[in-house]
């Protein structure tokens, strides 16, 4: 549960190791490389970028575009075929090329079936009828309109011949005959194209045959998808190495690359360089560097990666908060779902797609998540004693689990803060512990020992707890001290007192983020109060509607529990990663960094 040690390699050899060299690298899969020469436009390790022309695209584009354009029109088709595992004249330029086509025929026909129907649309009211050749109406021409019965009359008075083909209860259809479009008509004019009605509908029969055997065209090419999935990673990796063949650099017969790598590793390296002659070097990150952040954890820790990752990257000189967000995230959904009914629904929701999720990299990441968060939910629900907002009876066995009143507001209220207190208290030491100069530790520390203060206040006031009031004050004049002297402690005096007194404004947004975690408290209340209500109702539906009373409360209770149990998932997903996201780490995490994206192979 940290954040990886680094080491900067240097690695120099004579020209034409390189492809070796990376292609070793790629296989590690572990480092990240700094560009020593100048890289083209857009190109990052591990992306796609081939900056050459596609044969299949004379115009420019890149072909791992292509291939990505072509596997998800592929993806998406709702008609899948038995897939090809093996051919040994698999074309995938070929295939790819093919599809591309289809997928543009396609396009190409939807867009002119939609415009056929827009047309035939507008051609509806006025009949079904062929245009006269121009020369035989010596050269007047029909103008159409549709013009509401309010303007009809002013359309009337245009000295212009005209005839009202239709009418319905808010339009009129009216055709006027001029040699030139007329002038002073209140409504634009209607465009039917030259075409009539009946060759529209026989092109957009024509239209719909060909879109139906583009459609099967598709789902026959789907046969190939398997092969050109796994054709998309080859090419994949070797537009990562021709990207990070630009990132060397080359002077004369020497090349050298450069990058970041775990230092556990660097003994793969060195083994390797030793064999192929090379130069190696390596050495610890120096002050002005800005090595990625790596972060490492046990497997059943890698989603609270995902949490911390979703927000922003903790810096390389900071520290991993990935534990105690996954666990403080689980702890706040519970209390806001505050019910351990919904939490045997979330349960067996997970139960049954448990090894759903094992089939993927991500599921298999955010199960021990999902299992740790129900677990927490069902504990929590039965403290507070509430069962798809039923209350146990006093003498059963669940009543005696029953510690935490949610009618009891103070209690509750005072709960909330000292989660909130030992949350934000965390945040401020391990801010303070990660700092190697002792000097700048001592401002978080400050901060810590007012978020103390706080603590011993709640723990006096809301608890009960045989604590003397000087202790919190005490706290809190020593940690607002620390604040005020180190604030910027490298600076003279009089700046020193300036950001120590600028610093100090941080008190009321500290007294704010802890008075933020009351929305547990809340929202936990609010989706007990709504479960309750949804139980009065239902129980109520019984006498008031004699006969179908039962089947109609039942209905009441599942649809009231099921949007109940919603806005509590939804509830405790927001609010849980906002307290994570935005308490804590703008307390804990004042350096952002960026993820360690390393040269690797993604071809099996």
């Known amino acids: 549960m940290s954040i990886v040690r680094l080491d900067k390699i240097t690695v120099v050899g004579l020209k034409g190791d390189e492809a070796s060299l990376l292609a070793r690298l790629q296989d590690m899969g572990c480092v990240e490389l700094i560009p020593l020469g100048e890289p083209a436009p857009e190109t990052e390790i591990g992306e796609l970028a081939f900056h050459h022309e596609c044969p299949m695209h004379p115009e420019g584009d890149r072909c791992l575009c ?27 330029e070929a295939v790819v090329r093919r599809v591309l086509a289809v997928r543009r025929r396609l396009l190409d026909l939807e867009s002119e079936r939609d415009a056929l129907i827009r047309r035939l649309r507008l051609w509806r009211p006025w009949g079904d009828f062929e245009f006269p050749p121009l020369e035989e109406m010596d050269g007047w021409r029909l103008w159409f309109y549709v013009v509401p019965h309010a303007q009809l009359d002013a359309v009337r008075a245009l000295p212009y ?31 039917l194209g030259a075409r009539s009605r009946r060759c529209l509908e026989e092109r957009l029969d024509e239209v719909e045959l060909a879109i139906e055997d583009a459609q099967a065209e598709r789902a026959w090419l789907t046969r190939w998808y398997a092969l050109l999935r796994r054709n998309l990673a080859t090419l994949r990796d070797r537009a990562a190495l021709e990207a990070a063949a630009e990132r060397l650099l080359v002077a004369g017969p020497v090349v050298a690359l450069q990058g970041w790598m775990p230092s556990r590793r660097v003994g793969e390296l060195e083994t390797y360089v030793c064999d192929r002659r090379l130069v190696l070097q390596r050495e610890p990150p120096s002050p002005a560097d800005d090595p990625p952040t790596l972060l490492e954890n046990p497997a059943w820790l890698r989603a609270g990666e995902d949490l911390v990752n979703f927000y922003m990257t903790p810096g390389y000189h900071t520290w991993d908060p990935s534990a105690v967000v996954f666990f403080s995230f689980a702890l706040f959904f519970a209390m806001i779902l505050a019910d351990a009914g919904y939490a045997a629904l979330l349960g067996l929701a997970l139960w049954f797609g448990w090894r759903r999720l094992e089939r993927t990299a991500v599921g298999r990441r955010w199960r021990p998540l999902a299992l740790t968060v129900v677990l927490f939910s069902l504990g929590y629900g039965v403290l507070v004693g509430s ?16 510690r935490l009143d949610m009618d009891d507001t103070d209690t509750m209220m005072a709960l909330s803060v000292l989660i909130g207190c030992l949350h934000l208290l965390l945040a401020t030491v391990m801010d303070a512990r990660r700092r190697d100069d002792r000097a700048a530790a001592l401002a978080p520390a400050g901060w810590a020992l007012v978020v103390s203060a706080g603590l011993v206040w709640v723990l ?59 929305r547990l408290f809340a929202l936990g209340l609010a989706s007990g109060s709504l479960a309750v209500q949804f139980n009065h109702m239902a129980l109520t539906l019984p006498e008031a509607l004699p006969g179908i009373g039962l089947a ?13 149990l919603v806005l509590g998932v939804a509830g405790g997903v927001i609010h849980g990663l906002r307290l994570n996201v935005i308490e804590f780490f703008k307390w804990g995490l004042k350096q952002e960094g960026r993820l360690f994206r390393p040269l690797k192979r993604t071809e099996t």
């Open 66 to 92: 292509c291939l990505e354009e072509a596997l998800q029109f592929l993806r998406d088709c709702p008609q899948r075929r038995r897939q090809v595992r093996r051919a040994a004249d698999f074309d995938a």
């Open 460 to 518: 006096e006031r809301g608890f009960g707890l045989p604590l003397p009031p000087a202790l919190g004050v005490g706290l809190a004049a020593v940690g607002l001290t620390l604040v005020l002297l180190y604030a910027g402690p490298r600076r003279p005096w009089p700046g020193r007192l300036l950001a120590g007194l600028k610093e100090l404004t941080g008190v009321t947004a500290l007294f704010g983020d802890v008075l933020s975690y009351l």
């Open 161 to 191: 011949y005209q005839e009202i083909v239709r009418r319905d209860q808010r339009f009129n259809y009216v055709v006027l005959i001029a040699r030139e479009e007329p002038r002073g008509v209140p409504v634009p004019r209607v465009h």
């Open 552 to 564: 109609v409360a039942v209905v009441v209770a599942s649809l009231g529990h099921g949007v109940n």
């Open 387 to 402: 069962y798809f907002g039923l209350t146990p009876p006093p003498d059963s066995p669940l009543a005696a689990l029953h």
